[in-house]
Structures are given as C-alpha cells and as structure tokens.
C-alpha cells in the first residue's frame, strides 16, 4: 500500500508563505498524476493544484498566480508553494496520487492563515 506523507503545514498571518511537501513511500511518481486538494470545515474537498508525470500544471482561479506546484520524481516528491495566503486559504491540504482506478490519499496537513 503505498502511502503519501505531508508536511509543512502550520500558522502564518495574511499575505506570507507556506510551502507543503508529499513524499511517497514507493516509486510511484514517474508514472501517476500527483495534486494538492484542500478540505475546510462544512466545504467540500476542493482541487488546489495538480501535476502531469511531464509536468503540466493546472489550478482553479482562486488561487492562479499565488499557488505553485512542483514535482521531482528522482526524490519521489511533490511540493505546493503558497504566496500571498488569505484567511479562506485556511484548510487541511492532502496529497493525492492516482492513475485510472488507483489513487491514494496522505493524511492530510493543516494551514492556518490568521493574524
């Protein structure tokens, strides 16, 4: 079962950055899909960013221009560099993987934006 692990979540006031990292405990990412979803209370999980294997990304409006994934697969990990955060930026963030049927979840990493 592979498994994704997050880290770099914590609390940072309006208008810093964060960065989120995701490694994977195989080699998965040469060939799936990887992407940064986030989840606030009573919201439905919501896309933030995704890769391509190649390296294509894409990302909803909300956050274009302010959020950058990135992925480097000899290391096996993804990142999501958050500039210019805002208070409805506050949600837990996942990682997930996926490939046709198969995708995969981290635990997910909690980002706080507050003053």
């Known amino acids: 079962q592979v498994q994704l692990v997050e880290s770099g979540g914590g609390l940072v006031q309006p208008g810093g950055s964060l960065s989120l990292s995701c490694a994977a405990s195989?080699?998965?990412?040469?060939?799936?899909?990887m992407g940064w979803y986030r989840q606030s209370p009573g919201k439905q999980r919501e896309l933030v960013a995704a890769?391509?294997?190649?390296?294509?990304?894409s990302s909803p409006t909300s956050v274009k221009g302010r959020f950058t994934i990135s992925r480097d697969n000899a290391k096996e990990m993804i990142f999501l560099q958050m500039n210019s955060l805002k208070p409805e930026d506050t949600a837990v963030y996942y990682c997930?993987?996926?490939?046709?049927?198969?995708?995969?979840w981290g635990q997910g990493t909690q980002v706080t934006v507050s003053s």
């Open positions: 890769i391509t294997t190649t390296g294509i990304t």
């Open positions: 997930r993987a996926w490939l046709t049927t198969r995708e995969y």
């Open positions: 195989e080699s998965i990412f040469s060939t799936y899909y």
